[in-house]
């Protein structure tokens, strides 16, 4: 018996438009009878929206909802996020977004995206074949190994993509069709998933090694062949494959890590925001890491590069940017250093403290990329505090529980005098009677805004070039009104205008890097804005 296409159509998330179907559409799709009388406006369906999520409590149901709602109604999904980004972003990514992974295998109700098992890696190009768009330009994918601060949740890691392109349309208009989330499934080393019924992946350890790379290689020549035009966006994996594959692939296709360059953008404009309100140049400053891994290594090579671009020489610009790890200081006479962090070893004496490393280093500015929930203590911010009029302080690690420090912490424990942001979420403080809005360094004011770049241009590559312009491209939207309130970052109410901002500047030097695909235009801004997608019904 053939289907009714009334049917197919309410089961189509991309063509569903559920009660805001006109008589005339009614009639012709067949959904007479299937939907109540009432013909009602996107606002007001958005209006319904908005009540049943006020009805929810915990924020991990909120996010089901919101996915099941994607999953049924696409427009009015990016229509809802759209509308409030601000209410909407850290439920549908950071912070529930962590928990989203966490629970995945028991939270699964339809699969979203692509699932690529390290079983299959001669079958890719067919599996690719298999999603019904045929002319894909972004994917993030995900191994799942290092989730947020959260550590392997294999296939479960799925929410990370699902969430990641997600914002690439609500926060930069990139159209959703264009998109695919993907997971590389090599297996895992998280025991309770492996003993958990409902975890949905591989069920072995994590394939490493030649074979693992090998993988990797067999789904970037397959992706790149099927969906020529494809931007990849690596996220999540362990910090050594991420290096690894990074510089593996991003001469050869257009491809970035936004752990390591979409946090190094955002990073380095905050940095340049915090100067330009501070009254010190970065070449002024030096930087401290706690975190010595792929996140920090991607901030300290940006920051190094505008160094260099405000006249530093390479070596100078390296000797502004410490670091310290598990095992201590980076300094030249250890022996444990991994190649990739030998550049930023200095010629001091070891130091197994935090604290004595500020007081001996005297740096302007902390960053925090450990995972080490609380890891910047009092006594650690009243030693920055000592030593800064307007000490700067990034905790960057998420979630919140992952958080170096929380807002109140270093407004209090500095007395007012920190420049503060942080990778996740916090409300405002109060602190002798001033409210401060914190900051986040959030990683959305620039993936979302590259992507919208490299649709517009059909670019080749990306480059560090590119995540620079975007940094400075960033810090220019930050006013002095926002600095007074505690903001080195510009509002993320009006994060669609932020990213547009941004994207027309990475488009520029796309054309004037020659890698795009397309002719250059007269007008970037127009053809820009003229790529983008609208939450509304057509």
């Known amino acids: 018996m053939e289907a009714n296409k009334g049917f197919e159509v309410l089961h189509d998330p991309r063509r569903n438009r559920g009660t805001a179907f006109t008589e005339e559409e009614r009639v012709r799709f067949g959904l007479k009878g299937l939907l109540p009388e009432a ?47 601000a209410i909407y972003m850290p439920l549908v990514y950071t912070p529930t977004v962590g928990e989203a992974c966490q629970t995945f295998g028991h939270i699964f109700r339809r699969s979203v995206g692509i699932y690529i098992s ?3 890696k001669d079958n890719i190009r067919e599996i690719l074949q298999n999603w019904r768009e045929k002319d894909v330009r972004f994917t993030v994918v995900t191994d799942g190994e290092r989730i947020l601060g959260l550590g392997d949740l294999g296939v479960c890691g799925m929410g990370i993509p699902i969430g990641k392109l997600s914002l690439y349309t609500a926060c930069a208009g990139v159209p959703p069709e264009y998109t695919l989330p993907i997971t590389l499934d090599s297996g895992t080393n998280n025991q309770e998933f492996l003993d958990d019924p409902l975890y949905p992946g591989l069920r072995h350890e994590r394939i490493r090694g030649e074979e693992y790379d090998a993988f990797i290689a067999a789904f970037v020549e397959a992706i790149t062949e099927v969906f020529p035009k494809i931007c990849i966006q690596w996220e999540d994996f362990a910090g050594v494959d991420a290096i690894r594959i990074l510089n593996t692939f991003q001469e050869t296709v257009c491809t970035f890590n936004d752990d390591i360059q979409g946090t190094a953008a955002v990073a380095t404009g905050g940095l340049l925001a915090a100067g330009r309100f501070s009254g010190k140049t970065l070449t002024q400053q030096s930087f401290l890491f706690l975190g010595a891994g792929a996140a920090a290594i991607g901030i300290a090579d940006l920051l190094a590069q505008r160094l260099q671009k405000e006249g530093l020489t390479k070596e100078s610009a390296y000797q502004k940017i410490y670091m310290f790890d598990r095992k201590g200081l980076l300094v030249t006479s250890r022996s444990d250093l991994a190649a990739y962090t030998q550049k930023f070893a200095h010629d001091l004496e070891p130091s197994e403290s935090f604290v004595d ?28 505090s000592a030593v800064n009029e307007r000490p700067i302080i990034f905790p ?29 979420p916090f409300s405002p403080v109060i602190y002798n009677g001033r409210t401060f809005i914190p900051g986040q360094g959030n990683n959305v004011y620039i993936f979302p805004a590259m992507g919208l770049a490299v649709f517009a241009t059909e670019a080749r590559r990306l480059t560090d070039e590119m995540f620079l312009t975007a940094s400075e491209a960033l810090a220019k939207q930050v006013t002095a009104e926002d600095f007074e309130r505690g903001l080195i970052y510009p509002p993320i109410s009006n994060i669609f205008q932020i990213s547009i901002n941004v994207a027309i ?3 520029t ?18 053809l820009v804005k003229s790529k983008m997608y609208q939450a509304k019904y057509v």
Request: aromatic fraction near 8%; include cysteine.
């Open 505 to 507: 500047e990475v488009a």
């Open 396 to 424: 960057y690690s998420n979630p919140n529980s992952h958080s170096e420090c929380t807002a109140q912490e270093a407004y209090e424990w500095s007395k007012g005098k920190a420049i503060f942001a942080s990778g996740s």
């Open 118 to 120: 390290i079983r299959e």
């Open 509 to 526: 030097k796309i054309f004037d890097l020659n890698l795009a695909r397309i002719e250059r235009p007269s007008d970037i801004a127009t």
């Open 357 to 384: 490393a500020i007081k001996t280093i005297r740096p302007t500015a902390i960053i925090g990329v450990s995972t080490i929930g609380g890891a910047f203590t009092r006594e650690i911010i009243e030693a920055m």
């Open 39 to 85: 013909v009602e406006t996107i606002d007001l369906q958005v209006q319904r929206v908005h009540e049943q999520i006020g009805r929810l409590e915990k924020p991990i149901n909120k996010y089901i909802y919101l996915l099941q709602l994607l999953e049924t109604n696409e427009t009015l999904f990016y229509k809802v996020l759209m509308d409030d980004p």
